[in-house]
């Protein structure tokens, strides 16, 4: 069973930064990308960001572009989400989860994840 261990978050002010950063554990097989997702209180999980593995290639939502950047430590199976210009609106829990190919879907099963709030 994997198991995704976020960690990272916390209280900044509006235009501040945040490194998150997520472990995986448990995977038998290299997962082909990971991604982070967020949930703000009362609406629904949403897509962030993506790193594919191999070829290297990254994706984010509009809403993050030219302020968060996903990085990745193949050695030590960690993936990043640096947080740069915050703001108010990016306060959610904040998850990641992987695929392990391109076919499929993120996995069903979800961390703890970490608490992002920015204050204005």
């Known amino acids: 069973q994997v198991q995704f261990i976020e960690s990272g978050g916390g209280l900044v002010q509006a235009g501040g930064s945040l490194r998150l950063s997520c472990a995986a554990s448990g995977r038998t097989a290299r997962s082909y990308a990971m991604g982070w997702f967020r949930q703000a209180p009362g609406k629904e999980r949403e897509f962030v960001a993506g790193i594919v593995w191999s070829p290297s290639s990254t994706k984010y939502a509009d809403s993050v572009k030219g302020r968060f950047t996903i990085s990745r430590d193949n050695f030590k199976n960690t993936v990043y989400l640096q947080m740069n210009s915050l703001k108010p609106e990016d306060t959610a829990v904040y998850y990641c989860?992987?695929?392990?190919?391109?076919?499929?879907?993120?996995?069903?099963?979800w961390g703890q994840g970490t608490q992002v709030t920015v204050s204005s």
């Open positions: 989860n992987e695929k392990l190919s391109s076919g499929t879907d993120w996995r069903d099963s």
